[in-house]
Each structure stands twice: as structure tokens, then as C-alpha cells.
């Protein structure tokens, strides 16, 4: 009898564990999932509910903090989040703090997105942007299927628990300058073309790889810091051009199965990932110097090894970046414009606003930077934006740009820089409301 008591017991005890752990603590405010509506309206559901989010005509803003979600149901949207925060459920089916799902010319933008089980969903959508976002939680960052004609640009991802990107059945994508730390996968791509994956960071001690591809075909992979325990698993992927990244990782690099691939150009002049004086191949580091791009020879001083690297088959690097100690890489990076044989035009719509009292304000990061077991630099950063009051007009006219996946030598940014702004950008996120 006393047995039995106490299984009932253990097994009411489990039961309200559960329910302590995956039902959220009621609040004084009700998590709101918010509608931009075909006709340009806003909804709530529950329904009349305030919430911080205002607009009309395609541009939509927050003014303050929003605890919930946001569908657009509507095609030419501007949603600025003005730096403040949408928060909500790391789980769950409502679980998705942005969702575009069917739309097309979407930009998302300055926004602060933290726990939920998709930061931002995509899905048959075409010409949207997502730029100079924070998304921090949760078990995916930007998730994205069935799309075209995609930009996502200078964001920062956080302690992502599965995917900082996941990408499916897509094509024509652009990531850039995007910031991506202790995310377990950086990239995650299935089934896609013509995606082009240029001037990332990757780090952090939580990342299992930096990049995953299956099935991915005519895509781009380069000028790349990327930080974890593998750099870049590839299976059943060609016809793919990866060089001048920086693979500082655990483990070598893994090709599983997959065709030919392009791990090098032709060498061109120019200020490579590690500060050398050419473009060619990869960079390839491990710990106590035993990675390929330390230990090879390189006896003309070229900046190249010797002898190529062979990955696999039909996986070769033909001109990997020697690194020397003596020679530490340097701090402030040359960043390429890029062009490509066949263009791809899309439209972009961008928001121009009359503002009042505009404010100057000027911030400096000071990054420190370990680039080997015994050389360390210190590159400092000071950025000036205007940020302004109060929206009164607002206009709208069109921008064309073109995706440019392959790299020529136009003019200089340092990296180095970028990187620390964009990382600076997560000590801004305030303290989950709870």
C-alpha cells in the first residue's frame, strides 16, 4: 500500500513538473498575436488589446517593447522596430515572432527578437529583407522555405538552440554581414541554388559547425570568419565556390558524398582573410598549429602553400592561405564588392521619412581579439548615426540592387570593425520581462 502511495505521489509530483516547465507563468499583460491585415488594418487576437506596434500604408513601427507576435498578411510592408524588443515563448505552435508566409516586397528591420521557437519564419514569399536585426533564443533564428530573392543583412544571432538560418527549397539568397554566436548550426541549408553566403562571423563555444549544406548547388561561400568545432559539412552538394574564408575550428573541414566543388579563384591582388597579400584558397587553423594552413610549406613567400589541399577527390583546394605567426593577420580587413557574370535584378522599396529633431550619437566598441594562442589585437571602432524623434511623412521610392556573388577588389572596410559593431549590438538587448 505504502508503494503505491508513494508512485501516485512521484507521478503527481512529475505532472506538476511538467506543467511548471512548459506552461508559461501567467503575467499581467496576455501575449498578443498582432495582424497587419490585407487591407493595412492592425488586429489583436485576443482582440483589443493595446500593443505597441502603429502604422498605415506600408509602413508599420513599434513604440515600445511588444510581449507577442506579428503576422504580415500583406504584400509592400515596412515593419521598423525601432530598436525596441518583441518578446514571447521560446515553444509552441504560435511560437513565431515575425511571419511572412505567402507575401512578397517585405522588409524587416531594427528590430529585437528574442525567445521564441522561429525568430522569423519565411515561406513562399520573394523579395524580402531582413536587416540590422537581433535575434536572440530560441530554437531558430530565421527559418526560411520556398522563397526567392532574399536579403538578409548585418543581423546578429544569439544561443540559437538548433539553427541560426534554416534555409529550404530556395533560391536567389543573400546572407552579409551578419554576426552568428553560440548558434549550434550557423547555416543550415537543404535544397536550394544560388545562394550567396559572404562576410559572416561565426563564433562562439557553443557552435557545433558553422555551415551545412544537402543538396545546395551554384552557391557562393565566401570572405567568412567561422569559429567552432567543424567549419563546413557538405554532402550531396556541387558546383559550389568556396574561398577566402577563415576556417579556425576544432576539426577539419568534411565533404560527405558530394561533386565537384570550387575551393579556390584564380589569385588575384588584395588583402585576404588572415592579411595576406592575395585571394586565392581558404585559410584552414586547428588547435596547436596543426592545421594545414600552418604546417604547409610555402617556400616562393607567396602567401600560398606549396602543395594544394586535397579534401577529396573532387574537393581541392588549389591555393590555400599559408598562415604565418610572424605575420600576424591584420587587424583591419579589406572588404570586396562583388559582381557576377549573370545579374540578378530585384527591387527594393525603401522608406524615406521626414523626421524632427534629429540627434547625433556616437558610440565606441573596442573589440579584443585573440588570433592564436600567443598574438592578441585590439581594434577599436567608433560608429556616428543620426536617430531621430518622430516620424511625420513618409514617402516611398525604388532602389535596384543586384546580388553579386563573385569577388573583385573595389574598395575598404575593415571587418575586423564590423564584426565588433555587430557583436556590441547584443549588449544592448535588456532583461527578459518575466
Request: with cysteine; charged share 15%; hydrophobic share 35%.
Amino acid at each position: 500500500m505504502g508503494c503505491r502511495y508513494y508512485s501516485v505521489a512521484l507521478s503527481l509530483f512529475i505532472a506538476l513538473l511538467v506543467l511548471y516547465v512548459f506552461i508559461p507563468v501567467s503575467r499581467a499583460e496576455a501575449f498578443a498575436t498582432i495582424y497587419i491585415r490585407s487591407d493595412g488594418s492592425i488586429e489583436t487576437d485576443p482582440p483589443g488589446l493595446h500593443v505597441n506596434l502603429s502604422g498605415s500604408s506600408g509602413l508599420y513601427y513599434l513604440t515600445g517593447d511588444v510581449y507577442g507576435r506579428i503576422v504580415i498578411e500583406r504584400d509592400n510592408v515596412v515593419l521598423d522596430g525601432g530598436g525596441f524588443r518583441l518578446y514571447g515563448l521560446s515553444y509552441g505552435r504560435r511560437s513565431v515572432g515575425v511571419q511572412v508566409y505567402g507575401r512578397r516586397n517585405i522588409t524587416i528591420t531594427n528590430l529585437k527578437i528574442d525567445s521564441f521557437h522561429e525568430g522569423i519564419g519565411i515561406a513562399n514569399s520573394s523579395d524580402v529583407r531582413v536587416v540590422g536585426n537581433v535575434i536572440i533564443g530560441g530554437k531558430y533564428g530565421v527559418v526560411v522555405d520556398g522563397s526567392d530573392n532574399l536579403l538578409l543583412k548585418n543581423n546578429a544571432f544569439s544561443n540559437t538552440f538548433v539553427n541560426g538560418v534554416l534555409l529550404s527549397n530556395s533560391s536567389l539568397i543573400e546572407f552579409s554581414f551578419n554576426v552568428f554566436t553560440d548558434c549550434y548550426v550557423a547555416f543550415e541549408i537543404y535544397s536550394s541554388s544560388s545562394v550567396t553566403i559572404v562576410y559572416n562571423v561565426i563564433q562562439g563555444n557553443k557552435t557545433l559547425r558553422g555551415l551545412y549544406l544537402h543538396s545546395v548547388k551554384n552557391t557562393t561561400i565566401a570572405h567568412n570568419v567561422i569559429k567552432g568545432r567543424q567549419g563546413l559539412f557538405i554532402h550531396a552538394s556541387f558546383n559550389n565556390s568556396i574561398y577566402n574564408n577563415l576556417f579556425d575550428n576544432i576539426d577539419f573541414n568534411y565533404v560527405v558524398g558530394s561533386g565537384r566543388n570550387n575551393w579556390c579563384v584564380q589569385p588575384i591582388r588584395g588583402v585576404n582573410i588572415i592579411g595576406g597579400d592575395f585571394i586565392g584558397g581558404n585559410a584552414y587553423l586547428l588547435p596547436g598549429n596543426n592545421g594545414y594552413s600552418q604546417t604547409c610549406s610555402d617556400r616562393d613567400g607567396d602567401g600560398f602553400c606549396d602543395q594544394p589541399l586535397e579534401i577529396d577527390y573532387w574537393n581541392i583546394d588549389y591555393h590555400p592561405l599559408k598562415y604565418s605567426p610572424s605575420k600576424p593577420p591584420s587587424p583591419s580587413l579589406i572588404i570586396y564588392t562583388t559582381t557576377h557574370t549573370t545579374t540578378q535584378t530585384i527591387t527594393e522599396y525603401i522608406t524615406q521619412t521626414t523626421t524632427s529633431k534629429p540627434e547625433t550619437i556616437t558610440s565606441t566598441v573596442t573589440e579584443i581579439r585573440t588570433q592564436s594562442s600567443v598574438e592578441t589585437s585590439i581594434i577599436q571602432l567608433t560608429t556616428t548615426e543620426t536617430q531621430t524623434s518622430l516620424l511625420t511623412t513618409t514617402s516611398i521610392t525604388t532602389h535596384v540592387y543586384t546580388l553579386n556573388p563573385t569577388a573583385v577588389i573595389v574598395t575598404s572596410i575593415s571587418l575586423v570593425a564590423a564584426m565588433a559593431a555587430l557583436s556590441a549590438i547584443l549588449t544592448l538587448i535588456p532583461g527578459k520581462k518575466h
